[in-house]
């Protein structure tokens, strides 16, 4: 069975990765980050769309992001193939990993819970990329069915921007936890070696994201375009 420091390390890492999930929403509302400024230029680019008359360019935009998070449920699949297939060669991984780290003794049991946990952050993330793939046929549709802007008064042109912009943003936010979670996934890695420094690379993960979403110069770049 697990030992108490097992059980602590998968409490912290489950409290740190939804607590860090509320936190980017919550601040998302309030600070300047990369989902505050994606959500700025989906409405602008919903704005230029009803403006154009030709919109073959906005659908290959969506296409284009249709197939990068397909690519992204695909592998899902074949990892989550993988490891249902390491499942069933336990008692050889568990061997394999008493000769690579001595000072570490797992039983079978213990690395079938190890893989389970991989398993279910995989299908989390599976479900997530997929979701957020038909979220992009729903922005996809409401572009097909956008009608002419210069028919619309500004008002009406505003309100079906935001609307469509607000379906895509929700897409891209299915495909940030879907990513979230592969991200995680890689410090889930590390509760093969020791329990407490899966702990620690839990806590890297977090910083390495909040680094990215709210302090990158990718973000210093969307805020001066």
């Known amino acids: 069975m697990l030992s108490w420091l097992d059980i602590i390390a998968v409490l912290w890492f489950s409290v740190v990765w939804s607590g860090y999930t509320l936190y ?6 309030t600070a300047t980050c990369l989902s505050f400024e994606m959500r700025r230029k989906r409405n602008d680019w919903m704005q230029q769309m009803l403006r154009r008359d030709n919109k073959m360019a906005d659908v290959g935009l969506i296409s284009t992001l249709e197939r990068n998070v397909s690519f992204f449920a695909s592998s899902c699949l074949l990892i989550l193939a993988g490891l249902l297939t390491v499942l069933t060669s336990s008692e050889r991984l568990s061997t394999m990993l008493s000769g690579l780290i001595p ?3 797992q039983s079978e049991m213990q690395i079938q ?3 389970l946990l991989l ?8 479900f997530q990329f997929t979701w957020s793939l038909r979220q992009y046929g729903f922005g996809g549709v409401l572009i097909g069915a956008a009608p002419d802007g210069k028919a619309l008064t500004p008002e009406e042109q505003q309100l079906y921007a935001n609307r469509t ?12 936890y ?13 509760w093969f070696i020791d329990a407490a420094l899966f702990m620690v690379v839990t806590v890297l993960v977090l910083l390495i994201l909040k680094h990215r979403e709210f302090h990158s110069k990718i973000l210093k770049a969307l805020q001066e375009c």
């Open 103 to 105: 000072w570490s003794v």
């Open 113 to 115: 819970l190890k893989i």
């Open 119 to 126: 398993a279910f952050i995989y299908v989390f993330a599976f």
């Open 165 to 176: 912009a607000k379906v895509i943003d929700q897409a891209g936010h299915s495909f940030n």
């Open 24 to 29: 980017a929403k919550k601040r998302a509302k």
């Open 178 to 190: 879907g990513l979230r979670a592969i991200y995680f996934s890689l410090a889930a890695l590390t």
